[in-house]
């Protein structure tokens, strides 16, 4: 018997919970791609079937027998010459209990089923709350050639999980649903690089792609020989299925191999941000998005990424000025929609401040101006954009950054409006950067718009540093504090001076609440705002 097997590499992006539109993408998939007779291993990752994570959709009786009814549907469309590795949740006769799982299918049969065996509860991960652990490795000979199948963290635990069984396999298939983080990819495939090498295998690294809530998925999968070297990379933040035959224990000459340029970092979170962002808005149902535009940086990011996922007639713009409102503002606003041929609307908050301000001005009697004032102006802005979201059925887009949301420099029930935040884990000092990097691939966001000093205008010659530290020091004190879980002290010992220190991070723990009310957004650190991130509100402890 020929020992020729072609594989098929399904980079896939599922909708969590829509188990009947993944299942037929899956066999439209195999359908499209079954024109040999060559034995065929079509491999998908990790939970493609449900999406991942389905989170407490799991606990349900009714997902469960979908869950069951579409395996069995799909177990029927397998063919004799073909084997599907297909990551989905498997369940004990009574559905109690659960597995993170690969089905491996052949000839209208299950002829394995293995359970991930890691199970990960750090970071975004909280597998063990749904799921059991498997207990045991397993290795296909599927004509004569050994394939060991694990599951994502299996992978990294490989030398805990090795035994004899996994001797002298011909390949490692590893399933994942591995979340996008800035520089992951080349801490990936090093790690792969030296498996392989060390235990003589050759590897297929395989990775979900899409974005699910505030979570992007890049893909970015990989093939490796057994001597470690890098034969191809699926592209990053798209779908991709890539077939290569292996026959004698060795790669086809006839194979078209492709290796992904590196990407420049700011590119990749570019990507990230806008697949995320997408993905979040067309699997929510949205027909499109608005976005308040102030002429300043971060609302003109928004408007280039929107710009790059939507047709222009998708978007719709609005300025919102007032009495503080710059012509300068106004004027880089209105450009930037010129570049980009959107249309844009204007719309005055001065009278509703005014009807605002004359129904409070008995109440505010005696009182000083102060900071109620501007968020006054901030929540016209907010009641404005999201009745125009409630109206037409597009989403609000919130425009904050990172740097903002960690000091609370935003306004409950005004700039926080928005069911989605594109720049959310995003600092400021990045955003340059960003919009440096999309700007040399065409020129959409006007050079004033990065050159001018940021300002939220709400009162006369406000600019950030009024109320803040410049943002390069801001940023890198946020980023030792927030991302390296740096101490007081420990921050002051790389030269920061400590009274600032210590002020901006009781800022940042004053201000939990509002992250806990903020819209999801993308992440793109390894400390992002929501489920990586949890602390108390209310807390005594002393940094």
């Known amino acids: 018997m020929s020992d020729k097997l072609e594989f098929l590499m399904v980079q896939f992006n599922p909708i969590v919970g829509d188990i009947s539109g993944n299942t037929d993408k899956i066999l439209k998939i195999i359908g499209e791609n079954n024109k040999s007779n060559n034995t065929r291993i079509f491999v998908f990752p990790e939970l493609s079937l449900c999406g991942y994570t389905p989170e407490d959709l799991l606990f349900r009786k009714d997902f469960k027998s979908s869950i069951v009814c579409h395996i069995d549907l799909i177990r ?25 799982s690969a089905y491996i299918f052949n000839d209208k049969k299950i002829i394995h089923i293995y359970n991930k065996q890691i199970l990960p509860n750090y970071g975004v991960f909280d597998e063990k709350r749904y799921f059991q652990s498997g207990t045991k490795n397993l290795v296909l000979n599927i004509n004569n050639n050994k394939i060991c199948i694990l599951i994502c963290e299996d992978s990294w635990g490989f030398e805990s999980l090795f035994d004899p069984s ?55 999968s990989f093939l490796l020989d057994r001597y470690g070297n890098l034969l191809h990379t699926c592209m990053s933040f798209y779908e991709d299925v890539f077939s290569f035959i292996f026959e004698e224990k060795k790669f086809s000459s006839n194979a078209s191999f492709f290796l992904k340029k590196e990407f420049y970092e700011f590119e990749n979170i570019y990507e990230a941000i806008k697949l995320g962002t997408f993905d979040y808005i067309s699997k929510s149902g949205f027909n499109g998005v608005i976005i308040g535009l102030s002429g300043g940086i971060d609302s003109a990011l928004v408007l280039a990424l929107a710009s790059d996922i939507f047709d222009k007639d998708n978007i719709e713009v609005v300025l919102l000025p007032s009495i503080y ?106 955003i340059y950067s960003i919009c440096k990097y999309r700007n040399s691939l065409s020129y959409i966001i006007p050079q004033g718009v990065i050159d001018r000093m940021p300002t939220a205008e709400l009162a006369s010659d406000q600019y950030d540093i009024d109320s803040l530290p410049q943002y390069d020091t801001l940023d890198a004190i946020l980023k030792l504090f927030i991302e390296e879980r740096k101490s007081i002290k420990e921050i002051c010992l790389l030269g920061f001076e400590k009274n600032l220190v210590t002020n901006i991070i009781k800022i940042v723990i004053k201000n939990e609440f509002k992250r806990r009310q903020y819209a999801p957004g993308v992440k793109i650190t390894k400390q992002s705002f929501g489920k990586e991130r949890r602390f108390p509100i209310e807390s005594q402890f002393k940094f």
């Open 166 to 220: 996994l001797s002298n396999i011909d390949f490692l298939v590893s399933i994942n649903a591995s979340p996008y983080e800035k520089n992951k990819d080349n801490q990936r495939i090093n790690y792969f690089k030296n498996l392989s090498l060390k235990y003589g295998f050759n590897l297929i690294y395989l990775n979900i792609v899409g974005g699910q809530d505030e979570i992007v998925f890049d893909g970015s």
């Open 325 to 430: 409102t710059s012509d300068l503002s106004m004027q880089l606003a209105k450009e930037q929609c010129g570049l980009l041929n959107i249309k844009y609307s204007v719309i005055s908050i001065k009278n509703i401040i005014d009807a605002i301000t004359t129904n409070l001005e008995e109440r505010f009697s005696g009182l000083q101006t102060d900071i109620t004032e501007e968020n006054i102006q901030s929540r016209a802005r907010g009641l404005i954009l999201m009745s125009l979201s409630n109206k037409t059925g597009k989403m609000l887009l919130t425009t904050g950054n990172k740097s903002e949301l960690s000091v609370g420099y935003s306004t409950l029930y005004g700039d926080m409006c928005g069911s989605f935040a594109p720049l959310k884990d995003v600092y400021k000092t990045d």
């Open 76 to 100: 029927n469309s397998i063919k004799s010459n073909e084997y599907l590795i297909l990551g989905a949740p498997s369940f004990s006769e009574d559905l109690k209990k659960i597995w993170n």
